[in-house]
């Protein structure tokens, strides 16, 4: 048996789209494509989603992962008409948008990105028909770029209640909900956002849990969601991108949600 698999709970798995070549994080792609493959090779694979890399700099993707494993991949398009190329070495496992199209193209898992305050029912119907998912942008270089708890509640919540799968971008790298010290910037937590997601599953309100900093509480009440609401959970928040992937694992140390062994 797989040593990584065995002791990584089922809510994190696969959860961790490597998007280490995007600001802040900024790697050269050669250096995020051996980081990333070291982790593969590692007890934290389990964790990882794919790599993610815009099309337009496919080419330096090819050129770093020629001659290695082949290397999963999601594909950030410009468009949605825009048609994913191949390579050998390359997996292409899911294709990322700006807008809704009015079909979704082929048999890939794709995402519509929307802003987060436009996530409508209107629109989340139109994501629906289209056969695609949502990704909401959550945070950025600028202060502007981080939903404000009452607009992610509203966008989360409509999500969930219209069965629309979702991935969320940016800013996640803690898992509690805090103010950063340098920028002063407000960020989300991925652990307030699965135990919203959560509770929207259950029909409670959700922008408490999006808001509360207390981290203690938060990791408490997600490591206590039962099988049926980590399926659930699971099943609408898909993964979040992040320029790390060491953060995340390290607040989950933190509090007590992954082995010791994963250190």
């Known amino acids: ?6 002791l990584v709970n089922p809510l994190f798995a696969g959860l961790f789209d490597d998007a280490a070549i995007f600001p802040p994080g900024d790697l050269p792609i050669p250096d995020a494509v051996k980081a990333h493959r070291e982790r593969q090779g590692s007890a934290l694979a389990p964790l990882l989603g794919p790599f993610v890399c815009p099309l337009a700099r496919f080419g330096e993707l090819t050129e770093a992962v020629a001659g290695g494993p082949k290397l999963a991949v999601s594909l950030i398009l410009a468009s949605p008409e825009d048609e994913p190329p191949a390579d050998p070495a390359v997996d292409v496992v899911a294709v990322e948008f700006p807008g809704v199209p009015a079909v979704a193209a082929g048999t890939l ?4 990105e929307i802003p987060c305050g436009e996530v409508t029912a209107t629109r989340l119907a139109a994501v629906r028909d289209a056969g695609v998912r949502l990704k909401i942008r ?3 270089v600028r202060a502007d770029a981080f939903p404000a708890e009452p607009e ?6 409509s999500a969930v209640r219209a069965g629309v799968a979702f991935k969320l971008t940016a800013g996640l790298h803690d898992p509690i909900r805090h103010r950063d010290p340098l920028t002063g910037f407000e960020h989300h937590g991925f652990l307030n956002v699965m135990l919203a997601t959560a509770r929207a599953v259950q029909g409670y309100d959700i922008e408490r849990a999006l808001a509360d900093q207390d981290g203690e509480r938060v990791a408490s009440a997600v490591a206590g969601l039962d099988e049926v609401l980590v399926k659930a959970v699971r099943r609408h928040f898909v993964s979040f991108g992040t320029c790390s992937v060491a953060e995340p694992v390290a607040g989950l140390l933190r509090y ?4 010791e062994e994963l250190r």
């Open 152 to 157: 992610l509640a509203r966008a989360l919540w």
């Open 256 to 259: 007590r949600l992954l082995p």
């Open 1 to 6: 048996m797989d040593l990584g698999a065995a």
């Open 109 to 112: 898992p794709a995402y519509a």
């Open 138 to 140: 959550t945070g950025g």
